[in-house]
């Protein structure tokens, strides 16, 4: 019998200057507000290579507002990756627009340009209120795709098909903050780029999020609604909605300790899902996930696909280990929330979401434990 110690899936690793920073925080009374938040957003600029970030209180919150601020409008259309946690499609909903799902390419299960290109080819027009939908005269409003585990969608293509179309890009990079997209980090090439900060992803801040962008326009306005749109700094002046999004400097302060580690974060997955693919290398009925040749994935979870109904027993086997594994997202056109948005695509999607298994992928996760996953898998596999 096996131990039966509980292996998470990803959980955060706190080993750095989180404790000293909060407890700044605490001492100096500045937990609300203070100097952690524009330290934050100066550290992913300079990791990103990009002008301006805005911290926000979540990566919802970032994609919310970085619909706003590019212009998404109630009634649009917005194409967003179906193979995807669920935020974005949520976020477009919250602006009374609506998502079009495009189907993910097999070859890297994130969401496959060539898809987005045909169907705009065939449904969009460029008129002079903006690009309108053919067949419904809706506009639309932009393109989200997103970073699915950690491995960045081929943003040269999906800017290209932006720039073609007129329609902005933001970007989904909850699960890959520290990934490369053809030797640079991702976040520079979108109109608007939107981060996580949620305890499981890559680097955490408890909670929170950012949205990175090479315009101080954007920035300025995305900070000016995450603050309750305010105009005057003493009075109650407000001329717009504005949203409480903004992020507290407790949180930036775990963030920024958390910022100082990304590289080694990311190169610890890297070394997990290198461990993973070489166990699972020659065993039939197991593949492990790709990754493009212009690809440098952040791994946020390995993930593997089972033939068969074998994934639903994998799943099964290693909770009764005690290990956390999970399925990936039901594909967004399934799901209830979103029943009434159109779908594009042929299922590729759902036949990667219907075999697969997140395997444990914690920053910290030992070789020990990992062996346990490992055999737990080739068990079930070749049973
Ligand atoms: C985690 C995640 C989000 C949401 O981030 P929160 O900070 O939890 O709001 C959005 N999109 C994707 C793809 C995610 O993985």
């Known amino acids: 019998m096996h131990p039966s110690r509980p292996i998470p899936l990803a959980e955060p690793v706190l080993h750095g200057n989180e404790a000293e920073y909060v407890a700044q925080?605490?001492?100096?009374?500045?937990?609300?507000?203070?100097?952690?938040?524009?330290?934050?957003?100066?550290?992913?600029?300079?990791?990103?290579?990009?002008?301006?970030a805005v911290a926000t209180s979540s990566g919802t919150a970032a994609l919310?507002?970085?619909?706003?601020?590019?212009?998404?409008?109630?009634?649009?259309?917005?194409?967003?990756?179906?193979?995807?946690?669920?935020?974005?499609a949520n976020a477009v909903r919250y602006m009374g627009a609506d998502p079009v799902f495009c189907d993910a390419d097999p070859e890297t299960w994130q969401i496959d340009p060539n898809v987005i290109l045909r169907f705009l080819d065939d449904r969009a027009e460029i008129r002079p209120e903006g690009t309108v939908d053919r067949l419904t005269g809706r506009r639309f409003g932009a393109i989200v795709p997103v970073d699915a585990l950690g491995h960045p969608v081929d943003m040269d293509a999906i800017t290209?098909?932006?720039r073609r179309f007129g329609l902005p890009i933001v970007s989904d990079a909850s699960e890959s903050l520290g990934a490369r997209y053809k030797g640079q980090p991702i976040g520079s090439k979108p109109t608007m780029t939107c981060l996580s900060f949620n305890g499981n992803k890559v680097v955490t801040a408890g909670g929170g999020g950012a949205l990175v962008t090479a315009s101080e326009a954007l920035a300025t306005e995305a900070r000016y609604l995450c603050n309750q749109a305010k105009d005057d700094p003493v009075a109650y002046v407000h001329k717009k909605v504005g949203y409480n999004y903004r992020l507290s400097n407790i949180h930036a302060a775990i963030g920024c300790a958390q910022l100082e580690r990304l590289a080694q974060?990311?190169?610890?997955?890297?070394?997990?899902?290198?461990?993973?693919?070489?166990?699972?290398?020659?065993?039939?009925?197991?593949?492990?996930?790709?990754?493009?040749?212009?690809?440098?994935?952040?791994?946020?979870?390995?993930?593997?696909?089972?033939e068969g109904d074998r994934s639903t027993e994998l799943l099964r086997a290693l909770h009764k280990a005690q290990v956390e594994a999970r399925p990936l997202w039901e594909p967004l056109h399934?799901?209830?929330?979103?029943?009434?948005?159109?779908?594009?695509?042929?299922?590729?999607s759902q036949s990667i979401a219907r075999r697969s298994v997140s395997l444990p992928s914690s920053v910290d996760l030992s070789a020990e434990d990992q062996e346990r996953v490992i055999e737990i898998t080739r068990r079930v596999a070749t049973s």
């Open 160 to 162: 290209e098909i932006g």
């Open 265 to 306: 974060h990311v190169a610890a997955k890297r070394a997990i899902a290198e461990r993973y693919r070489d166990a699972f290398l020659n065993l039939d009925g197991v593949t492990f996930m790709p990754e493009a040749e212009w690809a440098g994935a952040t791994y946020w979870l390995s993930t593997i696909l089972l």
């Open 25 to 52: 925080c605490l001492e100096s009374g500045w937990i609300t507000s203070g100097e952690f938040v524009p330290r934050l957003e100066n550290s992913l600029c300079e990791l990103l290579g990009t002008r301006q």
């Open 64 to 88: 919310h507002v970085a619909l706003i601020v590019c212009g998404v409008k109630p009634g649009d259309l917005v194409i967003v990756s179906d193979l995807s946690f669920i935020a974005p």
């Open 334 to 348: 399934r799901s209830e929330a979103h029943f009434a948005a159109e779908y594009v695509g042929v299922g590729h």
